[in-house]
């Protein structure tokens, strides 16, 4: 039985760790080179869910709950970033016509 919970049902720590890891590379890797801004919103998101997988994984691996409810707070936080950023999207649309982000500069002083 200990062998069991320590393997996650047979999975070792080890690919929870690096499966995140990779995906939090590509959530960044998304937000430092592309320029459009749903692209930019959509690697963010994806380094909260690698995030999520993590905590979720650390917590059943040391049996602490604490993980996953952080994950729903989290979930909570991820939820209303994309609807402020929606809408934030969509109103420089409307006055750029555009998502670029090189367009904003525009938009300073």
Do not use: C
């Not at 409810?69 to 991820?78: G, P, S």
């Not at 649309?93 to 904003?104: A, F, G, K, P, Q």
């Amino acid at each position: 039985m200990e062998q069991l919970t320590n393997s996650m049902q047979g999975i070792p720590l080890n690919s929870y760790i690096l499966l995140s890891s990779v995906i939090f590379s590509i959530g960044v890797m998304g937000v430092l080179l592309r320029r459009n801004a749903i692209v930019i919103f959509m690697s963010v998101e994806l380094m909260l869910n690698a995030v999520n997988l993590l905590l979720t994984a650390f917590s059943v691996h040391l049996g602490d709950a604490s993980g996953q409810v952080f994950v729903f707070f989290i979930m909570a936080l991820a939820a209303a970033e994309v609807a402020i950023g929606l809408a934030i999207i969509v109103m420089i649309y409307r006055n750029t016509n555009s998502i670029d982000i090189n367009v904003l500069n525009r938009l300073k002083w």
